[in-house]
């Protein structure tokens, strides 16, 4: 209970949300800012010279250097470097009776215009620097210098190589390039790993938050410039693209001509995250200073030298705006807040740590303890921070010069082992400690390596801090993740997801993207001349997919899929084929039921009044064979509806063209007959013969034989197969039998057509004979009707796909054999049934009187 009342009343102070993890407790760190910080001061260098003396050294040695007015961003150096000498002097392992002490210029720190003019290391100068004896005895003197590089570097610049064997110096602060030149600077040793593995960090850190429309400041310089290219190298290879590049001039007179173009570039921008890298006591620290003051908010991403710069604005509570900071990974140091409450005379020692920097305690506080915080004032969370028990963080620098002391002692008590050293409290020839320096590699108390072989050393592993400025002057700085490039890809970047959403009440930051994610069903489209992250959004095109977001091509879905409405995902297509359960399937079978019922109704019909006259005046023989073909004709036409197999597919255009070219040829012989029939009066003439003979008869074998020969020719050379038209009917694949070889099939139908039109002819000029039987006019309105719809049938079936061309075919052949049927036979059964006292022969001579 007391747990949760905590984080709902530090809800209602700080307007943020704190769902504490209770897997992480994350160590958060308070600030309390000074609020007489000027916009304008720059970060300062602070050189310190290390000696080794004989006698013990008591914690009131540091006190008066301690005491030097040193601006409040600067005085952790000092403070580190005597918790760092304190601990290796207490160290009964390392220099055995022996201390190290340091010494500090009375004027404390300097700018680096003030370290030009104060540093008496030029020619032009006829006095001796401080530190130096030039005498046979000259001691070598071991200097730690730093943060900013160019402290460092003027030091190094302005000893000559006979004064520069005589100064050995090691750097704290970030790696630069120029103090890694040996041939410039061969007693030079940098504390800090090199920024390799930065770039990656940073857009591993995108990656994670989706972020690929970027802002870039850096200094226009060698550092600077090896930084965009490592930067740019990593974004291209993961499609992260720069919003702009602001390439900040170093001469202040250069910048301050184009300080309004700059300003405009981050103000115009769409992104959200902008990258500042350089040294901050430059034209740079000057322009984001400026930026912040006319208000622009963006999330910055940074290194943790920028703490102090960025520790100077304010935010509002409801901003979702803040700083991101890379600092490199090392383990906290335990006892150094112990070490400076003991100091003397810090008798405030616990404000004066409260205002020095960044503070740690544990975030699960109770609620009565911060109702000094209510009105958020610094005072009162100044008191409240100094009634608590926290820890100090030491800082990139203050590490380095953690380490640095490490660095000198472990070399010193080397060379004692091998009993180089003068015995006289100095280091000796510098050359020596030289040597022995750049072969120390040991492990510091916290278990971290530390190796002065620069080719040795291993990539910097980082944490990654998100910083939150409140308004009167409280700060909060939390570690939200770390970065370690020693880790497989897609492993190196570990977020405390539960401490992210604990700081800013999201799991995720503010978007900064070119153009919005193309999600499923749409597909990035490029426009030339735009970066590769800005793009529109197209619809994926007919039947392809994207189920993926910000693709560049959609994928087409297989023969046996189709896309869905939204374009997601491809489905499978239903399989389908002219059904006897589908409605035309089903009408069609009814259909063909129908008539071949009827055909063997009326076949009953004339066979059993076989003896009629009716029925033997127009070859009762033919009229058999032509209503079994037709009844045939009804059936085959079941063999187009159902699922298709190979058997059915070949049996459909086989038994098609041979019971059509039977019906066919019945009416073509049974035309001929009735024209020979009425054309022979004469006993003598020779058509005489063909009608004794029955010739007309063979005309069906001869026909149909010439059908079956077209037929076999089809089977050897193409025949009909399976096949699948998934493209007729959306979201469908439908099993039809393909025909093979089409010029077969248009053989056989043009057979069919070619008998239909001999047919027609040989009917219509007997359609004019004297006789009450005559049926050639039935014949030739049948084979009217049949050419009419076999004709029609040519344009419509190429005109359909899919199952609507079975059907086309089958209501054809229905017609068709329905149309003989009916013209042939119709008016003959209801003159046998319902009129018989016209089937009579007394009824025929009548008619035949006329």
Known sequence: ????????????????????????????????????????????????????????????????????????????????????????????????????????????????????????????????????????????????????????????????????????????????????????????????????????????????????????????????????????????KNIVCFAFVSMIPVKMDLYMSRAEVYYNQVMTSSTNVVIIYGDTDSTLAVSFRMWESLGIQRIWMTTSQWDVTTSKKDFTLDSSHGTLAFAHHHSEISGFKTFVQTLNPLKCSDEYLTRLGWMNFNCEVSASKCETLKNCSSNASLQWLMEHTFDMALSDDSYDIYNAVYTVAHAVHEMLLQQVDDGKGHYANCLKLHSFLRKTHFTNPVGEKVNMNQRENLQAEYDIFLVWNFPKGLGLKVKIGEFSPHFPHGQQLHLYEDVLEWATGSRQMPPSVCSADCGPGLRKFLQEGNAACCFDCIPCPENEVSNETNVDKCVRCPEDQYANREQEQCIHKSVIFLNYKDPLGMTLASMALCFTTFTVLVLGVFVKHHDTPIVKANNQNLSYILLISLMFCFLCSFLFIGQPNTATCVLQQITFGVVFTVAVSTVLAKTVTVLLAFTVTAPGKRMRFFMISRAPNYIIAICTLIQIILCAIWLLVSPP??????????????????????????????????????????????????????????????????????????????????????????????????????????????????????????????????
């Open 1 to 236: 209970m007391t747990k949760m009342f905590t984080l709902i009343f530090l809800f209602l102070l700080l307007n943020i949300p704190l769902p504490v993890s209770s897997f992480i407790h994350p160590r958060c760190l308070w600030r309390m800012k000074q609020n007489k910080d000027k916009d304008g001061d720059l970060l300062t260098g602070c050189i310190f010279i290390l000696i080794r003396v004989q006698w013990p050294v008591e914690k009131d040695y540091f006190n008066h250097i301690l005491n030097i007015q040193t601006p409040t961003e600067n005085k952790h150096f000092p403070l580190a470097l005597a918790f760092s000498l304190d601990e290796v002097n207490r160290n009964p392992d390392l220099l055995p009776n022996m201390s190290f002490v340091f010494e500090f210029s009375e004027s404390g720190c300097k700018t680096v215009s003030e370290l030009y003019s104060l540093m008496p290391l030029s020619e032009e100068k006829e006095e001796l620097p401080p530190n130096y004896n030039c005498n046979e005895r000259t001691a070598c003197i071991v200097m730690l210098t730093g943060p900013i590089w160019e402290a460092s570097a003027i030091i190094g610049k302005c000893l000559d190589p006979y004064r520069s064997q005589q100064v050995l110096q090691l750097t704290y602060g970030p790696f630069h390039t120029i103090l890694s030149d040996h041939e410039k600077f061969p007693y030079l040793y940098q504390m800090a790993p090199k920024d390799t593995a930065l770039p990656l960090a940073m857009v591993s850190l995108m990656l994670h938050f989706n972020w690929n429309w970027i802002g870039l400041a850096i200094l226009d310089k060698d550092q600077g410039t090896q930084f965009l290219s490592h930067l740019r190298r990593e974004m291209e």
């Open 721 to 850: 197969f399976i096949d699948t038209d998934a493209h007729s009917e959306h979201g469908q694949i439908i099993i039809v039998c393909n025909k093979g070889s089409v010029t077969a099939f248009y053989c056989v139908l043009g057979y069919h057509g070619s008998l239909a039109l001999g047919s027609f002819i040989v009917a219509f000029l007997a359609r004019n004979l004297p006789d009450k039987f005559n049926e050639a006019k039935l014949l030739t309105f049948s084979m009217l009707l049949f050419c009419s719809v076999w004709v029609t049938f040519l344009p419509v079936y190429h005109s359909t796909k899919g199952k609507v061309m079975v059907v086309v075919e089958v209501f054809s052949i229905l017609s068709s054999s329905a149309g003989l049927l009916g013209c042939i036979f119709i008016s003959k059964s209801y003159i046998i049934l319902f009129r018989p006292e016209r089937n009579s022969l007394q009824k025929l001579r009548e008619k035949s009187s006329y």
